[in-house]
């Protein structure tokens, strides 16, 4: 018999002020380990809100997608060092130079950060990519940047769903994936094109999945934060 991997559960607080995710985060206390804290919240309520959050005894992930030249994005993340935060992203696509900045960033302010290079965004589709000028399918726009990613020494990647059988058979097990696009059964995908349940993701290899509106807009979150969780368990498959 073979196990699948533990996945953990990220909730995406994507909410317009801190008052109001402080308020959600009350409502949950005790059931979330991890949250993400994107552009536009860090961009309003800035580092402050990152300290009240983890002051919740709540791992951190950081989801600012940096791309910049490589010397702006080591900068960045130095000054990014002295915050309680567990994940940091950086857009993979900004080559393997600022990626090696980063990571040489990392290891001198603060060695546990795990960076995660995002590949393809999952809002995007081959009709938008081939509208930015790149005419490779997903699946080998995915592939280029993750080996990039990987031989720059980034601890993980965010990617699709769609997209995690492909990855785990190209760079193995170590790294870590981080999986938004998750949608538990039957609630509406929104705006995103690679979707996927908690369960399947978790059986094709994620280590994280990120959801957002399905807890946030539930009508009980702890319920729905505990089915999540408990589909995630590892389950005994045949070998």
């Known amino acids: 018999m073979n196990m699948i991997s533990t996945c953990e559960l990220i909730l995406a607080l994507d909410v317009p002020s801190r008052d109001e995710g402080l308020t959600f985060l009350d409502k949950v206390e005790g059931h979330l380990d991890w949250v993400k804290i994107g552009l536009q919240l860090f961009t309003k309520e800035g580092p402050g809100f990152i300290e009240e959050v983890a002051q919740r005894h709540i791992n951190i992930f950081l989801d ?48 546990e950060l795990q960076l995660l290079g995002v590949t393809v965004l999952t809002s995007f589709n081959e009709e ?23 031989r720059a020494g980034i601890d993980g990647l965010v990617c699709s769903p769609l997209e995690l059988t492909l990855l785990r058979g190209e760079i193995g097990v170590a790294p870590l994936l981080v999986t938004p696009g998750i949608r538990p059964a039957g609630v509406d995908a929104n705006e995103q094109k690679r979707t996927q349940t908690p369960e399947s993701a978790a059986k094709m290899g994620a280590s994280h999945i990120v959801v957002g509106r399905p807890i946030l807009k539930a009508e009980n979150p702890v319920k729905t934060i505990t089915d999540i969780k408990t589909s995630l368990q590892p389950q005994a498959t045949d070998s």
């Not at 000054?79 to 993979?92: C, E, K, N, W, Y």
């Not at 938008?128 to 990987?150: F, H, K, N, P, Y």
């Open 64 to 111: 600012l997608k940096l791309y910049d030249i490589p010397n702006t994005v080591g900068s960045t993340v130095r000054s990014l060092g002295h915050l309680p935060i567990q994940m940091l992203t950086l857009h993979a696509s900004g080559g393997s130079e600022m990626l090696a900045f980063a990571r040489e960033a990392r290891d001198e302010v603060r060695p």
């Open 128 to 150: 938008g990519m081939v509208a930015t000028g790149i005419a490779d399918s997903l699946e080998v726009q995915v592939l280029r940047l993750a080996r990039l990613a990987v």
